[in-house]
């Protein structure tokens, strides 16, 4: 292949190549077609495992995601509990000129019926939220 950085400084001139060194720099410029080509087969390939690698870390952070929430402290409260602090959330929410709380979908009581099926059971339990 041809030293390009010899040649950059004629880019800015008049200056012609004549034909031994066109000759060479068409012959260089396929075996850097080659290279590229290689390149990008290569870049393929390691795009394709990268994706590979990526699926299954994502797989690994799903099962890991699962087995957080399996041990999550929450689970332990035991639902007299969870209906206190549910209480407190409906309490906390309340307008401060009339006393009355907010009624939302995305305030208690309301959003904690759609987080899981234990938490709106509890909610459901507990007649004071409503």
């Known amino acids: 292949m041809v030293d390009t950085k010899s040649l950059?400084?004629?880019?800015?001139?008049?200056?012609?190549?004549?034909?031994?060194?066109r000759n060479l720099l068409e012959a260089s410029l396929g075996e850097m077609s080659k290279s590229m080509d290689v390149l990008d087969s290569k870049m393929a390939i390691l795009q394709g495992e990268l994706a590979q690698l990526a699926s299954q870390k994502q797989k690994i952070a799903d099962d890991a995601a699962i087995c957080n929430d399996?041990?999550?402290?929450?689970?332990k409260l035991p639902p007299e509990i969870m209906g206190e602090v549910f209480k407190e959330c409906v309490l906390n929410?309340?307008?401060p000129d009339t006393r009355i709380p907010h009624i939302s979908p995305k305030?208690?009581?309301?959003?904690?019926l759609h987080i899981c099926r234990r938490?709106?059971?509890?909610?459901?339990?507990?007649p004071r939220l409503f």
């Open 93 to 95: 929410d309340v307008d």
């Open 107 to 112: 305030s208690a009581p309301l959003l904690l």
């Open 8 to 21: 950059q400084s004629h880019l800015v001139t008049d200056y012609v190549p004549q034909n031994t060194e």
């Open 119 to 126: 938490w709106r059971r509890i909610a459901l339990g507990t």
């Open 70 to 75: 399996l041990i999550s402290p929450m689970r």
